[in-house]
């Protein structure tokens, strides 16, 4: 299948995801709750009583964003699981790699979704509007694409197992380790103002760890969905 | 044939555990002073390492020898299964 | 009746005495022949079992996702049951790695546990390996929970790799694992490879075991399909 057809049907099959979850919002409500809840628990975990303690942001930030997507994860192929639609599709014309490149972008607008709301709430609960973003934003994003990419696959391959929604966490936060190690590294150091190119290096490792996401996560959704 | 040789595996085990007798060295007495010191002797932390490192191993062997019972039992059930349906 | 039952596995049974006699010669010549270490004493008497297990684990779990990758690119029974001994034992000596680390560090460090980068790494990779056992056990044994496992085995081979390289950069200046704890003389090195010989030799028997378990199982399952299809064609023919 050439790059222009793959593309193509990404974004149609992008476009119904778009239309059904328009749709029925309940995923996103119920990512968006969650997301709130995770943020208000944190602040009753951390905050002392005249000392707003600077330097969880970083974690409880992170955290928040990786348990919420962890929820919208749980819902993405929700739509496929009914009435065998998952064979159907991997069968259509389309196959997997569309079909995994899609719910990954899904994923992403999720996530992403769920980072402007977590975000600003993050940095005003926590007292920490004056620090500097722009590292932090950058992290963030390459953050959520391979958090996508992992998350995607590792859901796709579960769609068919028990208890997946115990054994997804248990097997993707391990896995997401490095990329949430150097987001929180990221926005722990410029929060303290460290050297950029401290900075750099643990945004490279994230470039790194999405390159390698961007490649496997398709290629092992491919070879363990179809039939 | 591979009950036996679980068996075998098991005793073996065992036989390691037993060497342990020879932990029981007298420490000289230098040691002995600077240890005194120390809230936690080194020598325990040391047994209860390789104790419980076999007791892993041999909690590995046994769930091995009950999954190869039940195996058995599967292929004994089997044979039984075969030979009624030879006898009809 | 069976022909895997019947055969005796000479192989085996050698590569076990093998094992247990090293094993067993290891732990004497520890506690006998070795002289305690200048800096840690007695406690350092862990550090041969201990880099042996870690050694058995490395290993069992790479040919785990080795073997992983394979059946996923061509399919076989033979090389699945392979790839679930490995990791199996893998684990077996992962957790054996985890017990008998942080009572050394104890000692050696003066706390269980550091976020030393090794320290982190054999956690969170104890931790994948049981998630694919336990995945494997929960998708059965059907040809996509076959593969859907793999996959996973697979996946986490790139990113133990990552792990490796993130918990380096994050582990600063923690002790190095080696530091205080090292070879320090002929007895202690020939001590050491005794003891790291004779638990590579004893995973080896154990992955050969539960490979030779998980195939006759496999036999099993096949013979009991085809025998109920064998019940349900003559029970067609009976009602005809």
Known sequence: MSVGTTLRLTGALLRKDVRVAARSRETALLVLLFAVLCVLIFAFGFLREGAVAAEVVPGVLWVTLQFASTVALLRLFAAEEEAGALELALRSVAGPAPLFFSKALMQLLFSGMVTALVLPMVLVFFDA??????????????????????????????????????????????????????????????????????????????????????????????????? | ??????????????????AFAAFAEAPAAQDLARYKEES????????????????LLAGFVGWTLLRQTKVEAALQALEDRIDGGAGR | MSATAAKRPTALLATLAVATLLVEAAIVYIAVATPADVNLGIVQKIFYFHVGTAFAMLISLVAGAALSGLDLVSPSDRVDAAARACIEVGVVFGAMLLVSGPLWARKSWGMYWTWEPRLTLSLLVVLLAVSVLILRGLAGDSATGRRVGASLAVLAAP??????????????????????????????????WMAVAGLLSFAATLVAVRFRSLRLQQRVDALELDLSALALRRAAKGDA
């Open chain 1, 129 to 227: 509007t004056r620090i500097p973003l722009g590292a932090t934003l950058a992290a963030l994003a390459l953050g959520l694409v391979g958090q996508a990419l992992v998350g995607t696959l590792v859901s796709g391959l579960m769609v068919r197992v028990q208890m997946r929604d115990v054994l997804l966490p248990l097997v993707l936060y391990p896995i997401l380790t490095p990329s949430l190690i150097a987001g929180v590294k990221v926005t722990a150091i410029s929060i303290a103002g460290g050297s950029t190119e401290v900075i750099g290096t643990w945004l490279s490792l994230m470039v790194v760890f999405d390159a390698v996401f961007v490649l496997a996560s398709p290629w092992l959704y491919a070879r363990a969905s179809t039939p």
């Open chain 2, 1 to 18: 044939m591979n009950r036996r040789l679980l068996t075998g595996a098991a005793l073996a085990l065992a036989i390691c555990l037993s």
């Open chain 2, 40 to 55: 936690i002797p080194g020598g325990l932390l040391a047994l209860v390492a390789y104790m419980a490192m076999w007791a």
């Open chain 3, 159 to 192: 990113a133990s790799a990552l792990i490796h390289l993130a918990v380096k950069l994050w582990g600063g200046n923690h002790p190095s694992v080696l530091q205080g704890g090292g070879i320090q003389s002929a007895e202690m090195r020939i001590a050491f």
